[in-house]
């Protein structure tokens, strides 16, 4: 089964707006959210699979990897020069692509480490974003092949 994540970022800025590039800050997908292949062995007990913003694996429960999958990356630009930012992501939808019928679904939940990023010399970030996939412990196995799509929210603080 190959489940990718894609998510598409929405941008608030927030705050003090002093700084005139605020308004226009840029985020660029670098590397999208991608669990691999995995097949999920049994559906019993409740199993996830989880890939932290550093693109550390863990599997909890009944899911073997067949190719290992890896963390987003975004870019965040047009900042002022050495500034600590806060961050926070959340994860508005997620849903199937196409939306094929599956007896099976995952339920998704985004993972961010830390709250704040600080840009480089050039007002540039780098933001990794996780993720994980939980099964729904229903006992049926019958999961598509598919792609999700998840809208997730970026709020930025300065």
Do not use: W
């Not at 019928?101 to 961010?112: D, G, H, R």
């Amino acid at each position: 089964m190959n489940f990718r994540i894609v998510l598409k970022p929405i941008l608030l800025c927030c705050g003090t707006l002093f700084f005139s590039s605020v308004g226009h800050a840029t985020i660029t997908t670098l590397q999208s959210l991608d669990f691999g292949i995995i097949v999920v062995t049994k559906n019993n007990s409740a199993s996830s699979l989880s890939i932290d913003p550093a693109g550390n694996i863990q599997v909890i429960g009944d899911i073997a990897i067949i190719a290992p999958g890896n963390q987003a990356v975004y870019e965040v630009s047009d900042y002022p020069p050495n500034t600590s930012i806060s961050i926070e992501v959340t994860a508005l939808t997620s849903s199937m692509i196409p939306s094929i019928a599956s007896e099976e679904t995952f339920s998704f939940s985004v993972i961010t480490t830390g709250n704040s990023v600080m840009t480089d010399s050039n007002g540039v970030a780098l933001l990794g974003v996780g993720g994980t996939i939980t099964t729904s412990a229903s006992g049926s196995t019958r999961f598509s092949d598919a792609d999700y799509s998840a809208d997730i929210q970026i709020t930025i603080n300065l």
